[in-house]
Structures are given as structure tokens and as C-alpha cells.
């Protein structure tokens, strides 16, 4: 039988990649660390709350317990994208502010091969570092001027892992890769008197030379229950701050950052045959996490990240065959998250976000994978506390899926 | 049959739509558009939301004037002039390996084009330089100057200026073979190169005034064709034949007796004629700026004295300002001070200018950046020695401050690393 192959997979998921529509505007909160943190979540686990470090699924795909890619059947592929629209409001701001963006926040591979090995590659954002704020300042003198910062780019990791299903009930795995990026911030002063000189720089930070480790287990001791754990730690990274203004001078600074680690659990519990639910918990150790050569720097004093996902989810029927409607195959999803950013914070206490979340699996061919539906609506920050709120609406679709027999 | 593909082709035709849908959300709503907040996060420690203090003010460290000694070579003019306490020499040297050896000279002259004169007989002589003396080049001719050798090589005297019939002789003034030269020099620089080190024109003794010679620098448009008016050394071969050489190095120096301008002058001497100039270095102690801040603007403001201006009552003049390039302080007036070739900002100066506004951003931001040391800057009036514009500012040494130069710089820092807390 004749079958796609892994190439013609990759090109699927490379063009999905590259006419995604780049938009340059998201949280505010972007603009603070290493940028607004990223989980692993793909667009599936997003439906459920952010549930996936226990659920033993063969097309589960998210970047968070490499023990999970254990249960891949085939070779399959996974693609995300994901749109956002903020309302941000201050405490001193009568109405809020609406901007938006889209990324593609991640795409992994996982094979299958040889025997019970599966092998996995991919990348994923850890932070996404879009923002953009126009102010004008010194309203009414003679140098007033319009300051516009664009903020772009992302922390991100490149990562290959390999994991082993034992006996159809345990699945260990580790994963092993590369943190790096850079957050690239164009300032841009555009003076009101025209004979004042506009001028530009660009500031960027990077991170280097940090490599990651993390290893998982899943673990399914009866049928209707699953769970799982995981542990990562990152080795000190390199950070690099360069910045060019317009008469091309450069300069840099650089500092040794101490990343943080991180760990997760999670289980599922399957009540019937069609419905699951789903709890994730999982930290980042921010609070640990330093400037080694430098006491004074606002990276120590980051807030631990903490994820808590709670989710339900109505599967396909176990019972339904090719010939079944469409309708008997769908996976709906249902959640609830809550998240504490790790972002310094002006009062100390920790940044909080929360979202409902639903999705919508739909099955490619009969038993190739999903596409998947997510919305998800929520704020993060507070207003009176925090000083700056944002709430969110956020759409995404993704792509997961197999080998896809044409002759089906 | 029939009924299985109905029932495929609703199945894909619902997914088909699923997904259509959903990618026409991401691909035409809202989130897809790029926004801009004007909002800044009230709690953040990177200080984005700092107000920022973009403008300064700067003192004078240092000013005074100068009267140039001497100029590189990259003028286009050569000034010639003689007053009881200062004169001028004008040294050209020629390369004569063009010259034909085996054909014989009949005569050697120099054609020169003037610019300006008052309509009065000038006398020049023509001196040669020293031929024992190390070579020289336009760009660093000592300011104690070539030796010419005491008796004249060559003398003329001629009518320099305006002519009623030709309303633009007032302006470049093409004088031919004004003075001759004994075909014996030439002979001797082509039999000796060595000794080739050019010759010195200046005024006689008893002619006191000024007349300039255009270098060979200079070019002129003629219906929008470039034309020559170098000074030209025509020699003339027996029979049929003529060669002319250009300078291939001129330049000119002032020799002036007059006593050294006070430093502490309550005014600064802008002079086209005789170049003076004014020097001035800002004092950057209190600007609170470093490398990688960014310089918008930096003006500076001069007040000029009244009734100061020389010029013609509807011509304006122009004044420029440029980077020095070299040391200098305001206890002892230099003979000359180094400065960049092109000026970072020139003005037009009218008889009713009170103040002149100068912008030097670049030279300050070069300062800042640690590109150039801040040697100052140095105010001229272009086309020295071609006109006789001359104006007086306000020094920082006037009696009252509210006459006296000041600076204006606009400028603003870059972000700071995200690593560091900079909320003021």
C-alpha cells in the first residue's frame, strides 16, 4: 500500500510554518524577563485545561513529559497555530487597549522505530517576547516625541528525545536539547519638530549555550487510569545584551544565567468509555533561578511558575468503525487552568492567570490523527494590584497526524 | 455504492468546513492584525514607562578666537596680501617630468584667475623656494613656511579688479602670462629634480592690500560643463608647441605679527578676509550621557554683537561649524588647529541675524561614543579669503549671561538590558 511519508509530512507542516501570518503585537507582560512564558500544551491538551503529563494517548504530542511519545503508533507530526487577542487595561487607564497576534508555537515529529523505540525531534517556544507600545512623551515642550518599542521574537528549544513503552503499561523517556534566542526590541523616537533627528535602536537579548534534560514516566496500572511525572533541568545559560543605535555603535553586555528547573504531574481517569477528566500540575522553579554575576539584576527576582489543569474530555467511540458518522469519532473538550507566571512582580506575589478552555478533535481518516479546534478565554494580571490586566481570547488550530494511506 | 460515497463526501464536506472556518478566523479576524498599546505596564522594573528627560542644556568650557596661520591644501583659493604687520605667501609647486628635455624653451609664464580686486594696480613677485629644503605637500606645509630665496624670479604689476565693461570681472578675473619666468629655472628643475621645490608668490614690499588666486582646487561651471581655472604654467617650445602644467601642490600661509587675541575676549572674531575663527569646546561634564545614548539634537545658540556686520546689505554670508580635529586651549591662540573637511552644519547670516543656531548632533554624538576626543569645534565663515564678511559673537566670557553661548542637546538613552531594573 502505498503511504505518505515522512518527507511529504514534514512539507505539510513547513508550509503551514511558513504562511503563517507574522503579527508583532501581543502581551504586555512580554516585555518583562525573558518575555511571557510558554507551556508545552499542544493545541489538544490546550482544550483540556493544559492536561497531558499522565494521559496515555498515541496522539498526544505536547512538550512536556517525554515519556509520552512512548504510545506513538506511527510516524506523526504535530502543528499549532495560535491566534490572541488582548484587552489591556491599567490601573490609571479609563478604557483598555485591544492588540493581537499569531505564532506557530511549536512542531515536533515523533518515529516510531526500531521495535518499541520512538524517537521524537521538534522545537517549541518557551517565551514569546511580542509586544509593542506607542507613547508620547513630554506632551506640549519642544521635545515631545512619539517612542514606539517593538518587541519580537522568542526563547525557544530544540530538543530530540527518544522513549520506551514497557509490557503496554510503563513508558519512561528523556528528553535532551537546546535553549536559546533572542528578543529583538526596536525603539524607534519620532521627535514632533521636524528639524530634531528620529533615531532608532535596537536592543538584543539573548540566550546561550543552555542545555536541557528532562525525563518522564508514564504509567497506565489499570485501563481506565493513567498518570504520569516529569523532570527538567536546564544547565546555565549564556545571556548576551546588544545594543545598536543609529550611528551603529554597538555595545554589550553579557551575564551567566542559572536556569531554572522544572517538574510536573499529572493523571487521567477515564469514568466511561467516552469520558476522561484530567489533571496537570506543574512548576518551574523561577525563584531559584539567578544572575550568577550580578546581585542586583530584577532575574532573581522572578516568581515560581505554576501550572494547575483540570479537564474533561468526551472521546471517540471506542466502538465506532470507518463507517461511523463523523459525529461518533469528534473529541470535545472542556477546561479550566490556572497559572502563575514566572514574571518579576512589583508586589512579590506572583502574577496569576486563569482560562477556560474548549477544543474540538476532529479525525483525520479514521485513526491518522486529529484537528484539533481550541478556545480559550481568561485574564492574566490583576489590575489594582499588579497594575496591569489583560484579557484574553485566544483561538488556535492544529495538526496531528500519521501516515495517511491514499487509498483510504 | 451510491449511498457510502454520499455519506463520505458529507463527512469530509463537514470537515472541510471545520476547518475552513477556523482558518478563515485566524486568517482574517482581528488577532491576526498588528496593534499597538499605548498602555505600559505600571508595575514593570524595566522603567519603559519612565518619563524621559530628553532635553539639556550645556555650558561653554572654553572659546576663543584664532587667526589661521595657514590652511591645507584642499582650499580653492590662495590669498595673497600685505598690511604693515602680517602678509601672506602663496607657494605652488609643478612637476616638470612632462616637460620635453630634448626640445627647446622659449619662454616659461603663468596664468592665474583672480577673484575680487578693487579695480588698483597689484605687484607681485615670485620667489623660488629654497631648493635645499626638504620636500613639502599642500596638506603639511610648515607654518614657519618655505624659505624663498631673497632676489624674485620673476615680477609683475597689473590692474586687478572691477572693469566697467565687464560686470563679472569683479568676480573671477582670468589674468594671462602675469608673470614670466627665465627658461633657466626650468632647465635646471628638469636637470636636477631635487632642487624642484616650487615657487612663492606674495606682494611687493610696497603694495599693501590683498588680491586672491584660485587654487587648483577649484572648478567652475560653465553651462553646466566643468571648466578649468587652475593656475596654468605655460611653456612655450621653439617652433610649434605649448605646454602647461597645473600645481600639483599649492596652499598658502599667513604671516602676521599682530599681537596674539586675548583668550578672554568678551567677543569671538569671525573674519572672511583674514581668516579668523572661533573656537569653542563645550563642557560635557554635566551631560549625564555615555556611549550608546543617542544625540537628537545638539544646537548652539551665539548671539551676535551688534553692529558687528560687515557685508553687503542684501547678500547674506554663510557660517559654518566644524569638528576640530586637534588640541588647542583658550590661554594661547594656536597658529592653526585641525578640523574635519566638511562642516556638520552651515547657515546663512543676514544683517538683521541676531542669533546664530548651529547644529553639531553628529560631532556630540561622536563625543559620546567615544569616537572623536571632544577637541571642540570651530566657527568659520566659508569662503575665507574670497569675500570680506566679518561678524563678532558673544563670548562666554560677556558680561552678561544672558549674551553668552549656550547649548541645547536633546537627547535620549537607549533601553537597558531586561536584566536590569531602571524604573525611576
Known amino acids: 500500500m502505498n503511504t505518505l511519508r515522512i518527507p511529504a509530512l514534514l512539507c505539510s507542516a513547513l508550509a503551514l510554518a511558513v504562511f503563517t501570518p507574522s503579527a508583532e503585537a501581543g502581551s504586555l507582560f512580554a516585555s518583562e524577563g525573558l518575555g511571557l512564558p510558554r507551556d508545552g500544551y499542544d493545541i489538544a491538551a490546550r482544550g483540556t485545561g493544559g492536561t497531558s503529563i499522565g494521559s496515555v494517548d498515541p496522539y498526544q504530542m505536547s512538550v512536556n513529559n517525554p515519556a509520552a511519545i512512548g504510545w506513538v503508533i506511527r510516524p506523526q507530526v504535530q502543528a499549532g497555530l495560535v491566534t490572541e487577542n488582548n484587552w489591556i487595561t491599567t490601573r490609571d487607564s479609563d478604557g483598555s487597549t485591544r492588540v493581537g497576534g499569531t505564532r ?99 536592543l538584543r537579548t539573548r540566550v546561550e549555550n543552555a542545555k536541557s534534560a528532562a525525563f518522564g514516566i508514564q504509567a497506565r496500572p489499570v485501563e481506565r487510569v493513567s498518570v504520569g511525572a516529569y523532570f527538567g533541568q536546564v544547565s546555565n545559560a549564556r545571556l548576551k545584551s546588544l545594543l545598536e543605535n543609529d550611528s551603529g555603535v554597538t555595545s554589550e ?153 491514499p487509498a483510504f | ?178 608673470l614670466s619666468f627665465p627658461v633657466s629655472l626650468i632647465e635646471r628643475w628638469l636637470e636636477e629634480p631635487e632642487t624642484n621645490r616650487g615657487i612663492g608668490l606674495q606682494l611687493q614690499s610696497d603694495n599693501m592690500g590683498s588680491i586672491v588666486l584660485l587654487s587648483s582646487e577649484a572648478v567652475a561651471v560653465d553651462d553646466d560643463a566643468v571648466v578649468t581655472i587652475t593656475p596654468e604654467l605655460t611653456i612655450d617650445y621653439e617652433g610649434e608647441g605649448v605646454l602647461n602644467l597645473e600645481p600639483v601642490q599649492d596652499g598658502y600661509l599667513i604671516f602676521d605679527n599682530r599681537a596674539p587675541e586675548p583668550g578672554d575676549a568678551p567677543t569671538l572674531l569671525l573674519d572672511q578676509e583674514i581668516a579668523s575663527r572661533a573656537l569653542i569646546r563645550p563642557d560635557l561634564s554635566g551631560l549625564d550621557l555615555e556611549r550608546g545614548d543617542t544625540i537628537h539634537r545638539a544646537e548652539l545658540f551665539l548671539r551676535i554683537v551688534p553692529g558687528t556686520y560687515e557685508y553687503g546689505p542684501d547678500e547674506p554670508f554663510s557660517v559654518g561649524v566644524y569638528a576640530n580635529r586637534g588640541p588647542w586651549t583658550e590661554a594661547v591662540e594656536p597658529d592653526t588647529v585641525s578640523r574635519a573637511a566638511f562642516a556638520t552644519d552651515v547657515i546663512e547670516v543676514e544683517e538683521d541675524t541676531e542669533v546664530l543656531r548651529l547644529d553639531f548632533g553628529t560631532t556630540l554624538q561622536d563625543w559620546i561614543d567615544g569616537e572623536e576626543d571632544n577637541d571642540g569645534l570651530t566657527l568659520r565663515i566659508l569662503g575665507e579669503g574670497l569675500q570680506r564678511a566679518k561678524l563678532q559673537v558673544y563670548s562666554s566670557e560677556a558680561d552678561s549671561a544672558a549674551f553668552r553661548p549656550r547649548i541645547e542637546v536633546v537627547a535620549s538613552r537607549p533601553l537597558d538590558p531586561r536584566w536590569e531594573d531602571s524604573g525611576q
Not at chain 1, 468526551?314 to 490556572?338: F, H, K, N
Not at chain 1, 502563575?340 to 483525520?364: N, R, Y
Not at chain 2, 566697467?164 to 573671477?172: E, G, K, M, Q, T
Open chain 1, 104 to 202: 506557530l508555537p511549536g512542531i515536533r515529529l515523533a518515529i516510531p522505530w526500531p521495535g518499541s523505540l520512538r524517537w521524537g525531534a521538534g522545537f517549541r517556544d518557551l517565551t514569546d517576547g511580542r509586544y509593542t507600545i506607542e507613547s508620547v512623551f513630554n506632551e506640549g515642550a519642544d521635545d515631545e516625541f512619539t517612542r514606539t518599542i517593538h518587541g519580537a521574537g522568542s526563547i525557544g528549544q530544540l530538543y530530540a528525545e527518544f522513549a520506551v513503552p514497557i509490557a503496554d503499561v510503563v513508558s519512561v523517556g528523556a528528553r535532551f536539547g537546546w535553549v536559546g534566542g533572542t528578543l529583538r526590541e526596536q525603539s524607534e523616537d519620532d521627535f514632533f519638530d521636524g528639524d530634531v533627528t528620529d533615531t532608532e535602536t535596537v
Open chain 1, 253 to 405: 553586555q553579557r551575564r551567566k544565567y542559572d536556569y531554572p528547573s522544572t517538574w510536573g504531574i499529572g493523571g487521567a481517569f477515564r469514568m466511561t468509555k467516552r469520558w476522561e477528566v484530567l489533571a496537570d500540575y506543574s512548576t518551574t522553579m523561577w525563584s531559584d533561578a539567578e544572575v550568577l554575576d550580578d546581585n542586583t539584576s530584577t532575574f532573581n527576582d522572578f516568581q515560581d511558575g505554576v501550572h494547575i489543569g483540570i479537564g474533561v474530555r468526551r472521546l471517540s467511540d471506542p466502538a465506532a468503525t470507518i463507517r461511523s458518522r463523523l459525529s461518533r469519532r469528534t473529541v470535545w473538550r472542556l477546561g479550566y487552568r490556572y497559572d502563575e507566571l514566572g514574571l518579576p512582580s512589583p508586589t512579590g506575589d506572583p502574577i496569576k492567570e486563569w482560562a477556560l478552555t474548549g477544543g474540538v478533535g476532529i479525525p483525520v481518516q479514521f485513526d491518522r490523527g486529529f484537528v484539533d479546534g481550541l478556545v480559550e478565554f481568561g485574564r492574566r494580571g490583576d489590575k489594582d494590584e499588579v497594575g496591569l490586566r489583560e484579557t484574553f481570547f485566544r483561538m488556535g488550530v492544529g495538526v496531528t497526524f500519521q501516515q495517511l494511506p
Open chain 2, 1 to 178: 455504492m451510491t449511498i457510502e460515497t454520499e455519506r463520505w463526501g458529507r463527512r469530509w464536506l463537514t470537515v472541510a468546513a471545520l476547518v475552513g472556518a477556523t482558518a478563515g478566523v485566524l486568517a482574517t479576524g482581528p488577532g491576526c492584525s498588528e496593534g499597538e498599546s499605548d498602555l505600559f505596564n505600571p508595575g514593570s522594573t524595566r522603567g519603559l514607562d519612565a518619563p524621559l528627560d530628553t532635553l539639556d542644556t550645556v555650558t561653554i568650557g572654553e572659546d576663543r578666537s584664532y587667526r589661521s596661520q595657514g590652511e591645507s591644501g584642499q582650499r580653492s583659493s590662495l590669498l595673497l596680501l600685505r598690511q604693515p604687520e602680517y602678509s601672506s605667501v602663496a607657494y605652488m609647486l609643478f612637476d616638470v617630468d612632462n616637460v620635453d628635455e630634448d626640445r627647446v624653451i622659449t619662454s616659461v609664464s603663468l596664468s592665474v584667475r583672480l577673484s575680487g580686486g578693487t579695480g588698483d594696480e597689484v605687484a607681485v613677485d615670485a620667489h623660488e623656494v629654497d631648493p635645499s629644503i626638504p620636500e613639502w605637500t599642500e596638506n603639511e606645509i610648515p607654518l614657519e613656511g618655505p624659505p624663498l630665496l631673497a632676489d624674485p624670479v620673476a615680477r609683475q604689476t597689473d590692474t586687478v579688479g572691477f572693469n566697467p565693461d565687464n560686470p563679472d570681472s569683479a568676480l573671477v578675473q582670468l589674468k594671462t602670462d602675469i
